[in-house]
């Protein structure tokens, strides 16, 4: 390589069109009743700024925990019902459904096992784990997940500190049918150099099946919308994501 050469700038690529993953899985929209959306007027902020980046459908999905958000199908189809009736007044043409994102606590197999689960697409369910605790008993969650007729998708595999350098259970699950969900900022940085790192190991890898904004505020659009330039985000166009069939 000549001096010259050294000094050239790097090629800055266009932003990557999330149109090309069409539907989002995993976001807080619904007013008030989790850490996403506080009013009305944010949820069709957030939507809006969703139509803006090329997305089709937004499959919304608020906490459900015993700890800060017992929320409840009926809570969530209900206000899922009063978002779906402000598009409608507004004239925003862009698709709304509601599922769940269900944390792993005391409360969650007892929904499995009287089949109570919000689901979307082809009965896919999506569940969280603790951040920084490995969980234990997930060979039974998911056990008794698949033996109800779920599809599991793991929220954002990335982000789970303990799993951080390798992505061997990711890899793992997947031959056992269970999905692998990534967040789409996650590779813009907004969680660390870490988490972005673990985020390009699975996109390298194709160990992973969606991926996702995890919306709680239009700032985490505005933020995806900045760096969608950068390579592994181009890098998603050449994978046949699950998004794309729910």
């Known amino acids: 390589m000549g001096i010259f050469d050294f000094f050239k700038k790097k090629e800055v690529l266009p932003p990557f069109n999330l149109a090309q993953i069409g539907i989002d899985l995993h976001s807080h929209l619904i007013p008030g009743i989790d850490d996403g959306s506080p009013t009305m007027d944010h949820t069709i902020a957030m939507l809006t700024k969703f139509k803006e980046l090329g997305y089709k459908k937004v499959i919304t999905t608020p906490h459900i925990m015993s700890d800060g958000f017992p929320n409840t199908p009926e809570i969530i189809l209900g206000g899922l019902a009063k978002v779906k009736e402000e598009i409608t007044k507004l004239g925003l043409e862009i698709e709304i459904e509601a599922a769940a994102e269900y944390y792993f606590d005391e409360t969650l197999m007892p929904k499995i096992k009287n089949k109570e689960l ?12 603790a951040f920084h605790s490995p969980p234990q008993f997930l060979d039974q969650l998911f ?3 698949q033996s109800k007729g779920y599809r599991p998708v793991v929220a954002h595999f990335e982000r789970y500190i303990y799993y951080l350098g390798s992505i061997e ?4 699950w997947r031959t056992k049918g269970i999905n692998i969900q990534i967040n789409l900022n996650s590779l813009t940085g907004h969680y660390g150099p870490d988490i972005r790192k673990q985020a390009e190991r699975l996109i390298d890898a ?3 099946d969606f991926v996702g904004t995890d ?3 239009i700032e985490h659009l505005m933020l995806l919308q900045e760096h969608l330039h950068l390579p592994y985000f181009h890098k998603l166009g ?6 794309k069939v729910l």
């Open 215 to 217: 919306c709680h505020r």
């Open 143 to 145: 056990f008794e997940l």
């Open 169 to 172: 259970k990711a890899e793992m």
């Open 238 to 243: 050449a994978f046949l994501l699950k998004n």
């Open 206 to 208: 194709a160990a992973f």
């Open 118 to 129: 919000l689901t979307f697409g082809d009965n896919y369910v999506l569940v969280e784990f």
